[in-house]
């Protein structure tokens, strides 16, 4: 199999992986509030969260410094700014302290929290003896 | 940079993805790399000059050496 088509595969694979794990969500979370065992249901669609993040790890490893370049560009700049943005139109037009802004602002924290983690890792493993 | 990626290329008669495939990289970074859009990191410029049997400063040209009059100067 050609390195094109593995690619393709995997990312196939990895949306589909994500795909599955929106329906695993649909079909165990509540509507509204939250459900019996909701501490244990978190841990299990975290795992669910791991296996996406594992799928699409499979097709990181299949992209070249060009692709992964534009990725990380795309989603630092394009991913910042469109989630700011909404984050002002939600505060605008729902008021700051309505229920979708403070959604949308721990999802915010959540990312800045993801994004710090990831930071301190690199940070840390990109370190050398200095003289 | 400046590199003579596609003189290599052709050389071996191979078309843009055929080399993709045989270095297994994008051929969207081979023409990147070809248009001088794209300098690739070390290990894959490592990799390319490998695949061609040539040292890495025939392949990518080194605009902060001393060069003849026709390579660039540094920028």
Redesign the interface.
Known sequence: MSHRMKYWLFCAMAFAAAAAAGIVIGATVPAAGAGDNAALLFLLLLGVCGLVMAAGWLWWKRTDDLQQQGQLISWYWGGNFGALAMLVYLAVFFGRHSDISLGAIYLFFAQFVGFAGVWLVWRLRGRGQSE | MKNCLRDLRKAQGLNQ?DL??RL??????II?IEADK?D??LP?AYRMAAFFDVPVEVLFINPWKVNPPDRPSPV
């Not at chain 2, 297994?24 to 970074?29: G, W």
């Open positions: 993805a993709a495939d297994a990289i994008s051929r969207q970074t990147a794209y690739p990191s894959m």
